[in-house]
């Protein structure tokens, strides 16, 4: 084992521990770049639902070069052949492929970064022709390239073929946690030859690259599961109290304003009986975009429970905090749910900046009182504690 070759398992290592997937895909463009010294280094990922190969990282390239390209996936492409075929394409020199031309490759791979999880051509079909070139082939993914058996092959029309692969189970991703992609090196400019030692070694590495990326991807989804609400989108308690904890803790040491608010929808339980709760959770979702739209980037908002809801107000005094709670309170009462022009809605708000004391307890307690005293006086009111 080369040099090379324990960097890059180096470079692995340092890239399964990492679950940001920004983080992975610099790291494998700046490492790549790195141990092999290429001219030139970018990562491309398909964009499923525009059919097409995007640019998105690169090193050596100028600024804004490889993320204008937008190339879509055909086979006549060099950069998109390798996610149809499955193999990687290098020495090879095109004077037609008009992205090649346009960032003057001469001497270049293409890698594809792929998910190998799927299963082949041969399985999904049930396919025995052993003598066919895809058989127990698990680099192979399409079974319309040349010199495959496969009789849905034969005889295709390009536009065929590519509504084909729209649908096909080996290629299509209609899970978001698939992978898809290409790594291109270049070195036009030195002109050091890219052996096919290099190119096996960075096709285990890609693939590897696009397990860490859907392990991130799983990993975000179960992470933004654990604090979201599933009916609004919205932050949850345990969240929010976590970074009402440490908002308190700053202002405590570093000066700065806090205020709360704490929100019930009047009368929830009379619109779930009255009308169903369907209606109930779109009344929930609705007002969770109201929230949304009358906030200001750094307020956070959460689903405290059921009906509840509360708004976290940095750098915000008391009398600040007021005037907010009053225009979300306007802004549910002048309207109606979209869905059902007969429902009408009215909030009850409780406002608490944070006192001397300087404790998160009391500042929830202080703005419980507060949504109490707003309920008790009749409702669809704005209190202050």
């Known amino acids: 084992m080369d040099t090379n070759e324990f960097r890059l398992l180096d470079m692995l290592s340092l890239i399964y521990e990492d679950m940001d997937i920004d983080a992975i895909e610099e790291r494998f463009v700046s490492f790549v770049a790195e141990i092999f010294s290429f001219d030139r280094v970018a990562l491309f990922f398909v964009k499923h639902r525009k059919g097409i190969l995007q640019g998105k990282l690169c090193k050596g390239f100028e600024d804004g070069t490889i993320s204008s390209i937008k190339i879509p996936i055909e086979e006549q ?3 998109t052949r390798p996610l149809i075929t499955g193999f990687p394409v290098w020495n090879t020199v095109s004077t037609e492929d008009p992205f090649v031309m346009q960032l003057g490759l001469t001497n270049f791979a293409v890698i594809p970064v792929v998910n190998r999880k799927r299963v082949s051509c041969w399985k999904i079909k049930n396919c025995h022709s052993t003598d066919c070139p895809a058989y127990g082939n698990k680099m192979l993914r399409c079974w319309l390239v040349p ?5 849905d092959r034969k005889e295709i029309t390009t536009l065929d073929k590519l509504k084909q692969c729209e649908s096909c189970p080996v290629y299509s991703s209609q899970d978001t946690e698939d992978v898809e992609g290409i790594l291109l090196v270049d070195n036009s400019w030195s002109d050091n030859p890219i052996d096919q030692k290099t190119v096996t070694l960075l096709s285990i590495v890609a693939h590897s690259i696009g397990i860490a990326i859907n392990n991130a991807k799983a990993y975000s ?3 933004r599961e654990s604090i979201h609400d599933d009916l609004t989108g919205l932050h949850n308690r345990r969240y929010f109290n976590a970074r009402l904890i440490d908002e308190v803790d700053r202002a405590r040491r570093y000066g700065g304003n806090v205020s709360l608010l704490m ?4 009368h929830f339980k009379k619109v779930n009986d009255t009308h169903g709760h369907l209606t109930g959770d779109a009344v929930l979702e609705w007002i969770s975009e ?3 739209n009358g906030l200001r980037k750094t307020d956070l908002v959460a689903r405290y429970g059921g009906e509840e809801f509360t708004i976290l107000l940095l750098n915000t005094p008391k009398e600040k905090a007021v005037e907010i709670a009053e225009s979300l309170r306007r802004a549910v009462a002048e309207s109606s749910l979209p869905e059902d022009q007969n429902v009408r809605i009215t909030i009850s708000i ?3 900046a944070l006192g001397k004391e300087k404790s998160f307890e009391s500042l929830i307690r202080n703005a419980d009182q507060a949504l109490y005293n707003a309920k008790s006086q009749g409702r669809d009111k704005v209190c202050v504690n």
Request: charged share 20%; aromatic share 14%.
């Open 290 to 292: 109201v929230f949304r």
């Open 221 to 223: 989804s179960v992470l």
């Open 350 to 352: 409780g406002v608490a």
């Open 263 to 266: 929100i019930d929808i009047d």
């Open 77 to 79: 492409y060099l950069f």
């Open 147 to 151: 010199q495959t058996n496969c009789r």
